[in-house]
């Protein structure tokens, strides 16, 4: 018998997601990192990934010993990022599920950790891809997301969002950190985590359902219409 629930909406996460940015704010990190005579690590990527900026550089200069304010780290994250982004590509299954799902109808929108004007980079290039969604919430730049990931903030704005409002239990969220895992529970939204292949598998609890890949996902097991055969 299966676990899970049917759902009637669907709520993306964005970076490593959708799109393959993560490893860019990586290489942004390791730069930065190195400046200093530091190492940042794939450790300290995860337990950064799906936070929100201003949260992310707190985490990094203070693990790293960083000498430098908030705003300095972010400018000089912006500097290296803002020349990648326009260049970040759609993960696999990306787009097949979101046109899946927007032909059926299903109402789908975007709950990230980023900002406004990280993200029209970020979409440069996918415009077409973007135009299916509902609306986009970006607990960054967002006045009504008090507080980032792993709280629920993002993804209960999100939900409010839809026309029709449904209940979280109605939501499902994708996801591939986790801490947007975690906010996602929080929120009562069942997750599909589809984490990097070196994330360690304790890290990937609390999810409803883990892939290794998007393509890997089955809409009919959480009542949403089946691919075509």
């Not at 990280?118 to 299916?132: A, C, I, R, Y």
């Not at 609306?135 to 209960?156: R, Y």
Request: proline share 7%; hydrophobic share 40%; glycine share 4%.
């Amino acid at each position: 018998m299966s676990t899970y629930k049917p759902v009637t909406h669907v709520i993306f996460d964005m970076d490593g997601l959708l799109l393959d940015t993560e490893r860019i704010y990586m290489q942004a990190a390791e730069i930065i990192a190195e400046e200093y005579g530091k190492t940042f690590t794939w450790e300290m990527q995860t337990q950064i990934m799906g936070l929100a900026a201003t949260e992310d550089a707190k985490y990094n200069i203070e693990t790293n010993q960083l000498p430098l304010t908030v705003d300095e780290y972010l400018e000089k994250v912006n500097s290296v990022c803002n020349q990648l982004f326009p260049n970040a590509e759609k993960l696999p299954g990306a787009e097949k599920l979101v046109y899946h799902l927007h032909k059926h109808n299903i109402p789908i929108a975007i709950a990230s950790g980023g900002a406004q004007d990280s993200f029209e980079l970020k979409t440069t290039n996918h415009k077409e891809l973007m135009s299916k969604f509902s609306h986009v919430v970006l607990a960054s730049t967002d006045p009504e997301v008090k507080n980032g990931k792993p709280a629920p903030d993002v993804f209960l704005v999100c939900a409010n969002r839809f026309p029709d409002t449904p209940k979280p239990e109605k939501c499902l969220v994708f996801e591939d950190a986790p801490n947007g895992v975690a906010a996602s529970v929080a929120a009562g939204m069942q997750v599909v985590m589809v984490p990097d292949p070196r994330m360690k598998e304790e890290m990937t609890k609390g999810a409803t359902q883990v892939l290794k890949s998007l393509e890997d996902f089955k809409p009919e097991l959480f009542g949403l219409p089946p691919y075509d055969a």
